[in-house]
């Protein structure tokens, strides 16, 4: 679950601010509430991807490409590498109903109880993210639904383009403030709103 004491409870508490121009082209926000968990599979390609059939019910598919997320009401399945998925989630059920339901040998689930989980969001969310991440993230390039593990600030963060404006970041908690306080420097000049939503609604 991301943490009930959020670590970022005296930050996203001070307002937004205008940019240079009077606009605020950015909205920081942090999800609080939610679940994630890691999804490890087993896979034996010479009997296919039975660990696809098991989850149906739960998530109703699995991303099929690396690098790619699939994103539901309340839950969104990134596909990290071959055999390593995370699933975000608002219900509070869903990580022990996937561990109940999947055989063991079949794969591991493993809740990640130190996530953090930003939005950054606005017309200018791509050129701010630039400035500290080293990939192209081109609309072209960095699709809607693409995801990375990456850095940001020199801290790992896992990065999903959720829309052609929203990016969401993914990190640990204890890199939360340090970044947080990096995405705040690099809005100024953009100007910038702060939200907080209740991801267990």
Known sequence: MFERRSALADRVALCGRDGTDGRRGILLTETRGGYVAQLTAYRDARHGDPLRETVLPLLGDLPTEVGSALAGTRTTVLRLSLDQYWVATQDASLVGDLAAA?????????????RV?????????????????ALDLHPRRFVVGRVVQTELHHSGIVLLRAGESRFDLYLHRSFAASIWDWLIDAALPIGYDVAVVDGSS
Not at 102 to 114: E, F, N, Q, R, W
Not at 117 to 133: D, F, N, S, W
């Open 102 to 114: 999947i055989p063991a040998g079949m794969a591991c689930v493993t809740p990640l109880t130190s």
């Open 117 to 133: 989980r930003l939005t950054v969001e606005g017309p200018q969310a791509r050129a701010l993210l630039c400035k500290g991440i």
